[in-house]
């Protein structure tokens, strides 16, 4: 499967500032993933991002608070925008490990715990 | 949308026994089903994955059997050993988006 990495593994961030995670795959995959983990609970699907066109957002989840990139097919980027402490959680991107086409077993990164004071 | 619901929320065993943990669905259109380890601090891991046109699928230690008609799904571990404790997450999705809906969890522990 894919190499998954991203950046930063963990931060502290301060009520009302944005903070940018990176994921980066090692190879071209088609479908990728931006999830949410808080504490104690499971995975919740933030979006999907899409290759050169807007991200696909979950209800509950909104462009402006969380927007996405994916410029290409190894690379993506969530920023999560005015944070506050309920936007502590662990974000966790995923990929589906193939170029040629969807396919929906997914692989995850090794997630980004972020704490806002 | 999908609705997976997932129990036990917490199990402990013995080493040596088997381990069940169960889902259901509330999606019809959902035909992939896989499952997740998560060890603390560690990422979600694929341990095993079965799609609806198969009933059953083994894999070492670990299997799962899927249901359609009731729509459940369900792990089954045997032979546990203590590196086997860890969160276990349950998912359900169908071809049209790919997204993973996610039970909530059961934390297995097994025993010395």
């Known amino acids: 499967s894919a190499v998954i990495s991203q950046k930063p593994s963990r931060d502290i961030c301060q009520r009302g500032t944005s903070l940018t995670i990176q994921c980066q795959v090692d190879?071209?995959?088609?479908?990728m993933f931006w999830y949410r983990q808080q504490p104690g609970q499971s995975l919740t699907l933030i979006a999907t991002?899409?290759?050169?066109?807007?991200?696909?957002?979950e209800s509950g989840f909104v462009i402006d608070k969380f927007p996405i990139s994916r410029p290409n097919l190894t690379f993506s980027t969530l920023t999560v925008s005015n944070m506050s402490p309920e936007d502590s959680s662990i974000y966790l991107c995923?990929?589906?490990?193939?170029?040629?086409?969807?396919?929906?077993?997914?692989?995850f990164g090794p997630g980004t715990r972020l704490t806002v004071l | 949308g999908e609705n997976v619901e997932q129990h036990p929320s917490t199990l402990s065993v013995q080493e040596g026994d088997s381990a069940v943990i169960k889902c259901t669905y509330s999606?019809?259109?959902?035909?992939?089903f896989p499952w997740y380890k998560q060890e603390l601090g560690k990422r979600p891991q694929l341990i095993i994955d079965?799609?609806?046109?198969?009933g059953e699928k083994k894999d070492q230690r670990i299997a799962v059997t899927l249901n359609k008609t009731a729509k459940h799904f369900s792990l089954h571990i045997t032979e546990t050993q203590p590196e086997d404790s860890a969160v276990y997450f349950c998912?359900?999705?169908?071809?049209?988006?790919?997204?993973?809906?996610f039970g909530k969890g059961t934390s297995l522990l097994v025993t010395p």
């Open positions: 999606d019809s259109a959902s035909n992939y």
């Open positions: 079965i799609r609806s046109n198969v």
């Open positions: 995923s990929v589906d490990g193939t170029s040629g086409g969807a396919t929906d077993t997914q692989y």
């Open positions: 991002a899409n290759q050169g066109s807007e991200a696909t957002y």
């Open positions: 998912a359900a999705s169908h071809n049209s988006g790919y997204a993973l809906n």
């Open positions: 190879s071209q995959v088609t479908m």
